[in-house]
Nanobody
Framework: QVQLVESGGGLVQAGGSLRLSCAASGRAFSSYAMGWFRQAPGKEREFVAGISRSGGITNYADSVKGRFTISRDNAKTTVNLQMNSLKPEDTAVYYC??????????????????WGQGTQVTVSS
């Protein structure tokens, strides 16, 4: 399995931006569809964005569409999440996840077998 480590979280004011990064090591990164999920206090973990193995297919949760952008660099074995126009409701722990079974990302948490430890994002109003 690929090992995943997130970075880039922090505290930002509403309307601001953050860029999360996920560094992968281990087995071939390019054979994984990748996703970002988040979990707010007292809530279940939810899908945020996903990207296919080659990077050509992306999908987003409706709540972040138009504000967040997922990208990947297979040569550097990283996947990024650019978050703009942040809102207080974006506050959560953000997780990077990998799915080695599918070319394109799903939105189902249980399809992803590799997970990072998470990075905290806090958006103040």
């Amino acid at each position: 399995q690929v090992q995943l480590v997130e970075s880039g979280g922090g505290l930002v004011q509403a309307g601001g931006s953050l860029r999360l990064s996920c560094a992968a090591s281990g087995r071939a990164f390019s054979s994984y569809a990748m996703g970002w999920f988040r979990q707010a206090p007292g809530k279940e973990r939810e899908f945020v964005a996903g990207i296919s193995r080659s990077g050509g297919i992306t999908n987003y949760a409706d709540s972040v569409k138009g504000r967040f952008t997922i990208s990947r660099d297979n040569a550097k074995t990283t996947v990024n999440l650019q978050m703009n126009s942040l809102k207080p409701e974006d506050t959560a722990v953000y997780y990077c996840a990998g799915d080695s079974s599918r070319y394109s990302p799903t939105r189902r948490e249980h399809d992803f077998g590799s997970w990072g430890q998470g990075t905290q994002v806090t958006v103040s109003s």
